[in-house]
């Protein structure tokens, strides 16, 4: 009896200082590992970095289409969804059946104050856009569909960083058409987890 109690005793301890040891990363608070999993990026209805197609479609809330293309396949929402006020195409983008890209490409009311507007929105969530050179957003899609998008057209295009290392594009990509675009850390090279115990 005096050993479980000194042993409940002892589990009481290490809980109340707020520390768990997971094999491989050391010790690390509860609150640390809150924090963390507040920061990494989820997408609408709980979509994340990583899941396969039928994950995304058996989450997603609206009738999604499936194209594959090599090593890239596409899924797109077959009726426009809401965004912010607006509505918009929706698309996952997936590499070897893990999601890489999204994108909402606005088709209907794209007006200079709208797109504003929808800079505003991200301005809110994810801080200060700072300019990107339309090459940028053309080699992200290229990976998808050669050439799918030309250089000229894509203008005000506009990056922000999440704390996760998502990469949020919002730009015109054709005169009177504009899309936001999301890429996970991993395509951007910023999804690197480095160990740290002992350092």
């Not at 050391?26 to 924090?35: A, F, K, L, N």
């Amino acid at each position: 009896m005096k050993k479980t109690i000194v042993i409940l005793c002892l589990v009481l301890f290490l809980f109340s200082q707020g520390t768990c040891v997971s094999e491989g990363t050391g010790t690390q608070s509860i609150r640390e590992m809150v924090m963390t999993d507040q920061k990494r990026f989820v997408f609408r209805n709980g979509i994340a970095w990583g899941m396969n197609p039928q994950q995304v479609s058996l989450t997603e809330d609206i009738p999604m289409e499936l194209r594959n293309s090599s090593d890239w396949s596409v899924m797109i929402s077959e009726s426009s969804v809401a965004v912010s006020r607006f509505t918009a195409d929706l698309v996952y983008m997936f590499y070897q059946d893990a999601l890489r890209m999204i994108t909402y490409e606005f088709q209907t009311d794209c007006s200079t104050l709208n797109f504003q507007y929808l800079m505003g929105a991200l301005s809110s969530l994810y801080g200060e856009g700072k300019e990107v050179a339309s090459s940028a957003i053309k080699g992200w899609m290229d990976r998808i569909y050669q050439n799918y998008y030309n250089e000229d057209q894509i203008q005000k295009a506009t990056g922000w960083l999440t704390e996760d290392g998502t990469s949020v594009y919002l730009y015109y990509y054709t005169a009177d058409k504009y899309a936001i675009l999301y890429v996970c850390p991993s395509e951007n090279g910023s999804d690197i987890h480095y160990e740290t115990n002992g350092l």
